[in-house]
């Protein structure tokens, strides 16, 4: 799955980077079928500390600074129920595991270059 998600700062300043996303890729990730359910939250204000305004369009923070991630976050709002599909989205392991598979491919596109 290609990913457009916007990470800033990159990783080679020295800062931890931050993962937003749009309300669609942010449902994906949290296993929703749509973003409905994640707009309805952000219009009863849930997800206001998660809000991130990039070229006048809302975002959403996966893991802001200092703060749950928004998969717990939304965990601890919600109440609980079997046909309920949120999963435990950690934007910090995720991260990690694009690094790992770029990682592999630059050394196999540089391996078929020899």
Same mark, same amino acid.
């Given at each position: 799955?290609?990913?457009s998600?916007?990470?800033?700062?990159?990783?080679?300043?020295?800062?931890k980077?931050?993962?937003?996303c @749009?309300? @669609?890729?942010?449902?994906k990730?949290?296993?929703?079928s749509? !973003?409905s359910?994640?707009? %309805?939250?952000?219009? *009863?204000g849930?997800?206001?500390?998660? *809000?991130?305004d990039?070229?006048?369009? *809302? /975002?959403?923070?996966? %893991?802001?600074r200092?703060?749950?991630?928004?998969?717990? /976050?939304i965990?601890?709002?919600i109440?609980? !129920?079997? @046909?309920n599909?949120? !999963?435990?989205?950690d934007?910090?392991v995720w991260? %990690?595991?694009q690094?790992?598979q770029?990682?592999?491919? @630059?050394? *196999?596109?540089t391996?078929k270059? !020899?």
């Amino acid at each position: 799955m290609v990913v457009s998600s916007w990470l800033a700062p990159p990783f080679f300043y020295g800062i931890k980077p931050m993962m937003i996303c @749009t309300f @669609t890729e942010a449902a994906k990730f949290l296993g929703y079928s749509s !973003r409905s359910q994640l707009y %309805k939250m952000k219009d *009863l204000g849930y997800l206001d500390d998660f *809000l991130e305004d990039v070229e006048g369009k *809302l /975002h959403l923070n996966m %893991k802001p600074r200092g703060k749950m991630s928004l998969a717990r /976050h939304i965990m601890y709002n919600i109440q609980w !129920r079997a @046909t309920n599909p949120i !999963r435990d989205f950690d934007p910090d392991v995720w991260l %990690k595991e694009q690094a790992q598979q770029a990682k592999k491919l @630059t050394k *196999l596109s540089t391996a078929k270059k !020899r």
